[in-house]
T-cell receptor, first 113, second 114 residues
Framework: KQEVTQIPAALSVPEGENLVLNCSFT??????LQWFRQDPGKGLTSLLL?????REQTSGRLNASLDKSSGRSTLYIAASQPGDSATYLC????????????FGKGTRLSVIA | SAVISQKPSRDICQRGTSLTIQCQVD?????MFWYRQQPGQSLTLIAT?????????ESGFVIDKFPISRPNLTFSTLTVSNMSPEDSSIYLC???????????FGPGTRLTVT
């Protein structure tokens, strides 16, 4: 059974810092991995999608990497801003595109002005 | 990408009643997914709804408690039946893109059962 773990569970940083969020998964036979952002009480916003054949994806100040063989992904946020404060969720899809996503519990990020 | 809307956005319901949540997508999709997020927890898949067939429920979820309708390729409903305070959660509708299987989520329905 696929399990996804995110470390740390919570993180507080001053504005302007670069930071890394970690995601690990137990079964390396994944189809893709997706990072989401969730604001309190709201739905999920897709940030980055990495296919199993890719090593990284970038969008603006965000960079996500994938090391499938070791079962790890990182989300790098450059020059953090208070507006980045949210919960960041990592999810993996196993095997094929028709299997459901398995989510981690998320990292709650607070960026202090 | 897909744009998903949900109604209601939030509700406060009494124990023993039922609530139906609507999900509308701006494009035709084969599968729609319903997730639950209990307070402080991550997302758990309730069921997958295919148009024209019965929904497929995950372990721990049953049709009598969470009946789902999927009348067409852009719409689905999830009913939370005979509610108890343990059903207080955010319920999220989701679809999967066709090309790269990127998953998209609606804004969620925040349910509080008193």
């Amino acid at each position: 059974k696929q399990e996804v773990t995110q470390i740390p569970a919570a993180l507080s940083v001053p504005e302007g810092e670069n930071l890394v969020l970690n995601c690990s998964f137990t079964d390396s036979a994944i189809y893709n991995l997706q990072w989401f952002r969730q604001d309190p009480g709201k739905g999920l916003t897709s940030l980055l999608l990495i296919q199993s054949s890719q090593r990284e994806q970038t969008s603006g100040r965000l960079n996500a990497s994938l090391d499938k063989s070791s079962g790890r992904s990182t989300l790098y946020i450059a020059a953090s801003q208070p507006g980045d404060s949210a919960t960041y969720l990592c999810a993996v899809r196993k095997n094929s595109g028709n299997t459901p996503l398995v989510f981690g519990k998320g990292t709650r990020l607070s960026v202090i002005a | 990408s897909a744009v998903i809307s949900q109604k209601p956005s939030r509700d406060i319901c009494q124990r023993g009643t039922s609530l139906t949540i609507q999900c509308q997508v701006d494009s035709q999709v084969t599968m729609m997914f319903w997730y639950r997020q209990q307070p402080g927890q991550s997302l758990t898949l309730i069921a997958t709804a295919n148009q024209g067939s019965e929904a497929t429920y995950e372990s721990g979820f049953v049709i009598d408690k969470f009946p789902i309708s999927r009348p067409n390729l852009t719409f689905s409903t999830l009913t939370v039946s005979n509610m108890s305070p343990e059903d207080s959660s955010i319920y999220l509708c989701s679809v999967k893109g066709q090309t790269h299987y990127e998953q998209y989520f609606g804004p969620g329905t925040r349910l509080t059962v008193t």
